[in-house]
């Protein structure tokens, strides 16, 4: 599968900047594709906040990694348990540890969706 994974140049003062390209807030990336993500706390990740990764399906999303904001924390059972139930892992740490593992996992050609708080 050809990958055009967008690569995580920067975060801070509120969003990221994308192969290049600034992203105000947060960011959800999903099968290389990137939308803003209207969440600005773990308590905003649901399952709903996570509709397209859960619809994308394991065969195309192997796991989400999440960058939880500042100070890593688990997201609610609910949103672990949606993630379980469609066959898709979860992988959740601290936003800047985030971002910097998804470029080296993108780079190894992973199958993965990412979703990024942003920090202030």
């Known amino acids: 599968?050809?990958?055009?994974?967008?690569?995580?140049?920067?975060?801070?003062?509120?969003?990221?900047?994308?192969?290049?390209?600034?992203?105000?807030?947060s960011v959800l990336i999903v099968q290389d594709a990137v939308w803003a993500w209207p969440v600005t706390s773990l308590a905003e990740v649901t399952p709903a906040a996570i509709a397209s990764v859960i619809s994308a399906g394991a065969s195309e999303v192997e796991f989400l990694l999440l960058g939880v904001g500042a100070r890593n924390a688990q997201p609610s059972r609910e949103t672990r348990d949606a993630l379980r139930a469609a066959g898709i892992g979860l992988e959740f740490m601290?936003?800047?540890?985030?971002?910097?593992?998804?470029?080296?996992?993108?780079?190894e050609g992973r199958r993965l969706a990412c979703a990024l708080i942003a920090l202030p």
Do not use: I
């Not at 800047?96 to 993108?106: E, S």
């Open 1 to 25: 599968m050809a990958r055009d994974a967008p690569s995580v140049d920067a975060y801070g003062s509120g969003g990221f900047r994308l192969s290049g390209a600034r992203h105000e807030g």
């Open 94 to 107: 601290d936003t800047p540890a985030a971002a910097k593992l998804y470029n080296v996992l993108t780079a």
